[in-house]
């Protein structure tokens, strides 16, 4: 199955790097900070038409998507993000991915994430591991103060911009140094790889995170809900991610509420 997933997810990737003209198809959703493209639609369509190929019977949790209810009562959900880093994508930055998730009776079992700019796929599954362009990796085992602390500003929200500048002022002293990117699915990736240390943001969607958990979960970072509890798979939350001790050390220091 791994296989498949990252079949279908390079000819998803295609589409996102032979894209043209995409200021033109650009439309505002919820406000001019959350934006969709046709290309959007059009990577998910496909992606929705060829995982069903491969397994009838799942359900399908997309961005761009209505199909909402009942899922957490199938066997087998996909949870897909068509184009993550969509501004990043618009902007012209080459900071774009497809994530391909596959939850199984509520927990994650595979995930692709494909930036198809540079060529970087990652996948996991669970129990097996984690791999950058077929090769194992592994979490950083460097302390805070040597490892990069990657944020999301979870813009979309406006009653988080507070909690989000809390948490930047309480961890920025602590860090090497901080970076934001603008695709949360990557920027698990980049934990999984070893290339930061931790990563936070205070809402997220599961397509944004699903397949990206569990990529760094199996390269042995742990990932949470920003109070340490389990992430949900099939409502918005904040996520914490991190190395073992980077995410220990993060979490002591947000829950002081300082
Ligand atoms: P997107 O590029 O697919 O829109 C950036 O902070 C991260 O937040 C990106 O992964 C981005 O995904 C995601 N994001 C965008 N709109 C969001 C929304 N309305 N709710 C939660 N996350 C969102
Ligand atoms: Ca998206």
Same mark, same amino acid.
């Given at each position: ?55 009838? =019977? ?5 961005? =761009? ?9 199938? =066997?087998?959900? #996909? ?9 990043? #994508? ?29 060529? =970087? ?32 500003? !979870? ?12 948490? #930047?002022? !309480?961890? #920025? ?10 695709? !949360? ?10 290339? !930061? ?62």
């Amino acid at each position: 199955m791994l296989e498949r997933l990252i079949a279908v997810t390079r000819e998803a990737g295609g589409i996102i790097r032979s894209a043209r003209d995409v200021d033109s198809s650009v439309r505002e959703k919820s406000s001019p900070r959350d934006l969709v493209t046709n290309y959007d639609l059009l990577v998910q369509d496909f992606l929705r038409r060829e995982l069903l190929k491969l397994l009838p =019977e799942a359900g399908f949790l997309g961005e =761009e998507g209505d199909e909402r209810e009942n899922l957490s009562r199938k =066997e087998w959900v #996909f949870i897909v993000d068509p184009i993550d880093g969509t501004t990043n #994508f618009i902007q012209g930055y080459h900071n774009s991915c497809v994530s391909v998730g596959l939850a199984k009776q509520g927990q994650m079992e595979y995930g692709v994430v494909f930036n198809p700019y540079d060529g =970087e796929l990652y996948a996991a599954q669970r129990g097996k591991g984690a791999w950058l362009n077929g090769k194992p990796i592994a979490c950083t085992d460097r302390p805070l103060d040597h490892s990069l602390l990657i944020f999301g500003s !979870a813009l979309y929200y406006r009653d988080l911009v507070g909690e989000t500048l809390r948490l #930047f002022n !309480a961890a #920025f002293p602590l860090v090497q140094d901080i970076r934001r990117f603008g695709s !949360a699915a990557l920027d698990l990736c980049y934990l999984a790889a070893g290339k !930061a240390g931790a990563f936070f943001e205070c809402r997220l969607c599961p397509w944004d995170y699903a397949a990206g958990s569990l990529i760094a979960r199996e390269a042995g970072c742990t990932v949470t809900q920003l109070d340490g509890s389990p992430i949900d798979l099939f409502n918005k939350c904040g996520i914490l991610a991190g190395s073992p001790g980077a995410w220990r050390e993060l979490l002591a220091l947000f829950q002081k509420g300082e």
